[in-house]
């Protein structure tokens, strides 16, 4: 059979040439449509998406918000420890022996508030929640507060200012010794709190610190000794003293059994902290 014609002679050559214009039409639009759509991926790519969380994690939050979040809680925290200055204002004047009420109350609340600083640590490991560290320099600052009161109301009002009489219960008084001790080795740790105390002494700033441990004991003998009767109180709060103290007994033994094989190998390990 004859090849068809296509009107101009051609007899089917126009076909052929019809054929090819199809196939780089198809192969230009396909081209086409492949950019688009890689175009498409990209501007996706980059918008930024909302993260949702599905129902069974827990929302997220981004670090402005952690920081509004602890610096809320840093005045409540501020606000909280202020409570035991609110209620020796308010009862103090009703007390029997009001000397003797400022005295106990503010002593008392000089231990709680080295107690509270000391469970910084573990209710940290024991939560995961690094930034509970951020409210530790507060509590031992206001545990130095209350114990300024203490001794301030035993100096003032006990001794009305008479350093003679103030140094000889000191020494002969063995109770008065120990927290007077205890007190004058608090400053220390309260004047090279700030960052620029620790950015200056560096690695002997941690070393400076570890006096926390001493003077709460010497704190809590303190108090047993004041006690002439009942020492329940005294009691539990050595009972608390001792459990942190054996906590980082147990911490600093386990960094030290960790660090063994290493320092066997003759490498070097960093000094650990209890």
């Not at 086409?32 to 969380?53: H, I």
């Not at 979040?69 to 204002?89: D, E, Q, W, Y």
């Not at 539990?236 to 103290?245: E, F, Q, R, T």
Request: overall charge positive.
């Amino acid at each position: 059979m004859g090849r068809l014609d296509d009107g101009h002679g051609n007899g089917g050559r126009g076909k052929k040439t019809d054929y090819k214009g199809c196939q780089i039409g198809a192969a230009a639009a396909t081209q086409a449509c492949t950019r688009d759509a890689t175009q498409r991926v990209n501007t996706s790519a980059a918008a930024p998406r909302p993260y949702v969380s599905a129902p069974w994690q827990e929302p997220t939050c981004t670090d402005r918000d952690l920081s509004i979040m602890i610096r809320n809680l840093k005045i409540a925290v501020f606000l909280l420890c202020l409570l035991p200055l609110a209620r020796l204002v308010w009862l103090a004047p009703s007390a029997v022996n009001p000397v003797e009420f400022i005295t106990h109350s503010t002593g008392t609340w000089a231990l709680v508030g080295l107690l509270v600083t000391l469970s910084v640590s573990p209710l940290r490991q024991f939560t995961s929640r690094n930034e509970l560290l951020k409210f530790r320099r507060m509590l031992g600052l206001f545990a130095f507060f209350y114990a300024c009161l203490h001794f301030t109301t035993w100096f003032a009002l006990d001794h009305f200012f008479d350093v003679g009489a103030m140094w000889h219960d000191v020494v002969k008084r063995p109770f008065i010794t120990v927290g007077f001790s205890a007190f004058v080795l608090l400053i220390p740790l309260a004047v090279t709190s700030n960052d620029a105390m620790v950015r200056k002494l560096k690695r002997n700033w941690a070393r400076l610190h570890k006096l926390v441990y001493p003077i709460s004991i010497l704190v809590v003998v303190h108090y047993w000794w004041l006690v002439k009767r009942d020492i329940t109180e005294p009691a539990i709060y050595g009972l608390v003293l001792a459990l942190l103290l054996l906590w980082r007994l147990d911490r600093w033994q386990k960094r030290r059994n960790a660090s063994g094989p290493q320092s066997k190998h003759g490498r070097a390990t960093a000094p650990t902290t209890p």
